[in-house]
């Protein structure tokens, strides 16, 4: 199994925008289970503890690096990311890992 987690932080923005942005984050994403071959689940946290330095996090598992791999481009994932995403991002960090 391959997990792929991703923490984002916004940009600045007013905290009704943001919410927004992460509400619509969080539907795109989650939106794309059953979509893309090998994607196994995927979920989107954004509610934060005060502790917290991201603004929101994808929790995703893939059958094999392969088809994360695929899931990048697909043109689905590729949407989401394009529209929702990336407008709205200053910093994204990532972690791939196998369990």
């Not at 969080?26 to 071959?37: D, M, T, V």
């Not at 502790?51 to 598992?61: F, G, K």
């Not at 088809?67 to 200053?90: E, F, I, S």
Request: hydrophobic share 45%; with cysteine.
């Amino acid at each position: 199994m391959t997990r792929h987690i991703i923490l984002w932080t916004l940009k600045e923005m007013p905290e009704a925008e943001k919410a927004r942005v992460k509400a619509e984050i969080k539907a795109g994403l989650e939106g794309l289970a059953g979509q893309i071959p090998g994607l196994v689940s995927i979920r989107v946290e954004t509610r934060r503890l005060p502790s917290s330095n991201a603004d929101l996090m994808l929790d995703s598992s893939f059958e094999s690096p392969a088809a994360l791999a695929a899931y990048a481009t697909h043109p689905a994932h590729v949407a989401v990311a394009d529209g929702k995403v990336r407008p709205y991002t200053a910093v994204r960090s990532c972690l791939d890992f196998e369990e």
